[in-house]
């Protein structure tokens, strides 16, 4: 059985900058003052909806309640400036379209010495003043991904994973716990749904995040390569179980279409912005932009005002629970063997988030 998953006509990203300095002229730093990888494609792309540059004071800006961590919050509200680096491109120019304005964005806050924060992925992109900034190549753990952890049941952790973290040894976590979930952030600005990864207790969160870094660049790795044929339609399909390294790794799912044989994943119902913290808004006045349609799975008009480069909501969620062959390799092993009292012992190979 295959899964098919709507692919949107074209997908925007957004890169806020907070700084106390003036932006006074923006030109003379995009492009001339980016890093070379991507320098040519930004001059050519300026003034397009690839790329657009637009300076807010903090107060009238429409990004004071983007979806971050209470002292990120505080540092984007108290900044005197914002600047807004936005991008509008065709699905299959993806990744490259992302990079040209996260590097305009990264040319911008060293400029301004200010702060750099992606509002999809909900976390604020590293930057160094000596380091070479945006590379040509696409790597997924460069600040691409964010994501979200909760625990499956009512409680803030179900009674097995509570008695593992608090040195229960004999806790059977792995015998009956499940209840872990771990949602990305920023995958639908590639085009892709976003990923749900489900199959791990509650207490393994501490490699939850490398398990879904994991399952995400495989899914992309195909969605990528299906995007490079050029064979455009509104729906992709594929194989509903993941494998990774030649070993089943993952079993797919989606909500059931019960008109037609495949396994769909339904668009997203048009709510909550992503990016932009639950609760009053901020909403200033803004022209309607584009949505994604259910039905086509292609842009269609929207009567919502959205937030000028707001990615939306594209795809609906893409679910991924782990195999238990899977899961027992990739987290941690929290049974002690018998009179060791060190810390819980793990599998070789594990890279702890």
Known sequence: MRITYPVPAQTSSVFVVVTDRTPTDLSSIVPWRMGPSHRRAARDALGTPRLTLEAFRSTRSPWRRMDLGAEDLKRVRRARHHVVVTSTAPVEEQPEAAQVARAAARGITEAYHGALYDPLTGAAVYHCADCPGERRDFHLGDDWLGWRVSCADEEPACARGAAARAGDVGADVDGGCSCLVTTSRGLRRFGLPEITLAG?????????????????????????????????????????????????????????????APVRIPGAEFGSLPGISEGPRERPEVAGTSMLSRDSGRIAGAEFGSLPGMPHEVGGVLRARLTPDAAARSCLKLRLPGGHDGNPRHTPGLLVA
Not at 236 to 258: F, H, I, N
């Open 200 to 260: 791990l207790a509650c207490a393994h969160s501490l490699c939850s995040v490398t398990v879904l870094r994991t399952v995400a660049e495989a899914l992309l790795a195909g969605h990528f390569a299906w995007l490079s044929t050029g064979l455009r339609s509104p729906c992709r399909g594929v194989a509903r179980r993941l494998r990774v390294a030649g070993t089943e790794y993952a079993v797919l799912s989606g909500e059931a279409d019960l008109e037609t």
